[in-house]
């Protein structure tokens, strides 16, 4: 995120990596504990469609995509359409043999107007969704925020950047765990908070669009990239604190629930071994994850951070430190990549200074275009095994879901997806290698379990196990080969040597 741009940095690191070698190492679900959870996900705004349909009110994405912010001008007003096929995807997430499957409630569709009165189709959808899955035993893991608070609470008050958030966020919170903790037990509060903050408050790449000048990946409207990244992320922990003790207080000890924060985390590694690079490595970790990660378990932020933010980063209170001190049962985590660090010093001497600049490093970027665009980077599966082990050391090794993995591709019609299945299956060799060397980790999902609308680059770009045609107003879904690989490690079928793989074009499930 430095010279290229934020938002040029997050397409790198986010959307996907290279490819390992054809043969890849026999893995399957009996390596890992016997309790380890295994899953795929997906967000609401990005899977379900139905926009406009059973009473749903806008969200800020919405309002964002359909202004035409979005590089090819693309809306997920239909997507994948899970609204109305969320059976079908249920048996397909059977048929390949997840344990689990991970999604979020969508606010807008379930209280339109932000707080007050819920939808009843909103409930009904919710309710049917959550039915289905245990029908087939498989766990619902839900994230309560993805990103798409309802837009009449950002024109109300201005969204995360006031502190009314926190009150109709736990209000919000408390309704869903009236209506759904009965069959629901794992509950992460707001997904990549830090990812957000960054990209909605800094550069404005994300809806509602805050930047102010020079940092915005466009021209804003409104914002000041100096002070609301974290001002945002400041109400959002407290948000969460509030939401975790309500659920201590009223709903635990009969659901037996577990709440928890999802981040977006890199592993940063130094670009040299000089001493300034080291630093600069700290601070990124320090900036990124612990950002979050220190005020959940130490409850205040970073000394690297109060002493380059200065007066701009918020404080705690001792009563809002205590609140949000150990606020969590579990810490999600989305992992995707491992980027180099450069220290950039002189950058926290300016006088006019954003997120980045306090942060103060380089991230170095060795991509190289893909035919499609498409940023590639060189394949970095141990940097999995880096974050855990970080998290493990650094923060008391709490119990991890590691909530995101994957690996994006060109939209295309063809199945045979090698390179996501030689990615996902590296990951998981450092992910298991973390495990037996002590880390807490508990599960693990695939993003995403279908195509859906992605957040960086609509259509053009997909992670999904399934292939959906979103030229098809039907929306049918195809296995990829990851499908059938992953079913096959799941029932612990082997995958040795994968090379050349053959899929037909009529597949529809993963073992068919």
Not at 295 to 309: I, Q, R, S
Request: hydrophobic share 35%.
């Amino acid at each position: 995120m430095g010279s290229l741009s934020l938002l040029g940095t997050l397409l790198i690191t986010l959307v996907g990596v290279g490819v390992l070698a054809n043969k890849i190492h026999q893995l399957n679900r009996n390596d890992f504990p016997p309790d380890f959870v295994f899953g795929a996900g997906t967000s609401a705004y990005q899977v379900e469609g139905a926009s406009a349909e059973d009473g749903r009110s806008p969200s800020i994405w919405d309002t964002f995509t359909h202004a035409g912010e979005m590089l090819d001008n693309s809306t997920a007003d239909v997507s994948a359409d899970q609204y109305h096929k969320y059976k079908e995807d249920v048996k397909l997430m059977h048929d390949m043999g997840l344990d689990a499957y991970r999604f979020s409630i969508s606010w807008p569709r379930l209280i339109p107007g932000g707080r007050g009165a819920v939808n009843p189709k909103g409930l009904e959808y919710y309710n049917n969704l959550i039915d289905e899955l245990l029908k087939y035993g498989i766990q619902p893991h839900v994230t309560l925020h993805h990103f798409d608070i309802p837009q009449v609470l950002e024109d109300e008050y201005g969204g995360w950047l006031s502190e009314r958030i926190v009150r109709d966020f736990t209000m919000y919170a408390d309704i869903c765990f009236r209506e759904f903790g009965d069959r629901v037990t794992y509950w992460s509060t707001l997904n990549e908070p830090n990812a957000f903050s960054m990209a909605a408050y800094d550069i404005g790449s994300f809806p509602p669009q805050h930047c102010s000048s020079p940092y915005g990946f466009r021209n804003c409207s409104v914002g000041n990239s100096s002070t609301e990244p974290y001002i945002v992320t400041h109400n959002q922990l407290l948000a969460h604190a509030s939401v975790a003790q309500l659920y201590k207080k009223k709903y635990k000890s009969k659901q037996q629930g577990q709440i928890g924060m999802t981040i977006l985390t890199y592993w940063f590694v130094p670009n040299t071994n000089k001493t300034e690079d080291i630093a600069a490595t700290q601070r990124a970790l320090d900036f990124m994850h612990g950002w979050f990660l220190n005020p959940l378990v130490f409850g205040d932020y970073p000394d690297t951070m109060k002493e380059n933010v200065g007066p701009r980063l918020p404080s705690f209170s001792k009563c809002q430190s205590a609140l949000v001190r150990g606020s969590f049962d579990f810490i999600g985590i989305n992992h995707y990549v491992t980027i180099a660090i450069s220290d950039n010093s002189q950058s926290a001497r300016n006088d006019t200074r954003d997120y980045m600049k306090d942060m103060s490093v380089l991230f170095v970027s060795n991509s190289t275009p893909s035919a499609s665009g498409l940023p590639i980077l060189p394949d970095t599966p141990w940097g999995m095994q880096g974050v855990l082990e970080y998290i493990k050391t650094s923060y008391g090794n709490p119990p991890v879901f590691v909530h995101e993995n994957g690996y994006a591709m060109p939209y295309t019609r063809d199945l045979n997806d090698i390179g996501r299945v030689n990615y996902l299956n590296g990951y998981l060799e450092y992910l298991l290698r973390a495990v037996r060397n002590g880390s807490n980790a508990k599960g693990y999902f695939i993003w995403s379990f279908v195509d859906v609308f992605e957040l960086l680059f609509g259509y053009k770009g997909t992670y999904g196990l399934y292939e959906v045609d979103f030229n098809d107003k039907d929306r049918p879904r195809r296995a990829r080969l990851s499908a059938h690989w992953y079913s096959n490690f799941l029932k612990k079928k082997s995958n040795l040597y994968i090379e050349e793989p053959t899929v037909s074009s009529k597949s529809h499930s993963a073992n068919d």
